[in-house]
């Protein structure tokens, strides 16, 4: 399976753990980002999406009664792409240093190349305890993509104890996310080049390695 940066629905679908959707949803997803991304959540309504579909209401309501089942969706697939990303970086054969580089290209993949879904990401925090499905989304991937960098830093055979090993996880993740959130929000968001290197050098800096170029 190979997913590119637009959301491709029927391969998520595939992937363990996930589920499969109909056309009508799928087109409905789509429909929800694109409001969310030029319109802002705060205009995301089953009537906009039916508006915007050139579906009826009912048959919106009948596979999404409420914008939070839509939003639910969303973030479930987004996560599910995250996921997919982050596995398919890392190969056990190679170094530490190649692993970590890789995993910070995922996320960039991931965040950046697709609008939409970096829209959502940064909105995440805002509507993220609105339903309890989307509390738990959010949780399951934290926590599968906390394992990947833990898991990555273990065998790299590097820190004393566990405790040093999640200290440095944190400081990366920090790192890489405020890196990510200063892109996202510029309004020069595709010269994101510049802020790659400067997260190289301070990655460096933090675990005294050095990094390969990251090449996107």
């Known amino acids: 399976m190979r997913i590119n940066y637009k959301i491709d629905w029927q391969a998520l679908g595939t992937m363990s753990g996930s589920k499969k959707i109909s056309a009508k949803k799928q087109l409905i997803l789509e429909s929800a980002l694109k409001i969310i991304a030029t319109k802002g959540l705060q205009n995301l309504s089953v009537t906009e999406v039916a508006r915007s579909t050139e579906l009826s209401k009912p048959l919106v309501l009948y596979h999404y009664e409420t914008k939070e089942r839509i939003l639910e969706d969303i973030c479930f697939f987004i996560f599910k792409m995250g996921e997919y990303f982050v596995t398919s970086s890392s190969r056990e054969e190679e170094s530490f240093e190649v692993k970590l580089r890789n995993m910070v290209r995922a996320y960039f993949r991931w965040n950046l190349f697709n609008d939409e879904v970096s829209e959502i990401i940064t909105l995440l925090p805002h509507f993220r305890e609105k339903s309890l499905l989307l509390k738990r989304y959010y949780k399951e991937s934290e926590f599968f993509i906390n ?11 590097r820190y004393r104890s566990l405790e040093e090993l999640k200290i440095s996880v944190f400081g990366v993740r920090s ?26 050098f301070n990655l460096e800096t933090n675990l005294k390695v050095e990094l390969p170029s990251f090449d996107f």
């Open 147 to 157: 394992r990947e960098w833990e898991r990555i830093f273990l065998e790299s055979l």
């Open 175 to 200: 790192l890489l996310n405020g890196a990510l959130n200063a892109i996202i929000t510029s309004p020069e968001r595709v010269n994101y080049q510049e802020q790659a290197l400067r997260l190289k």
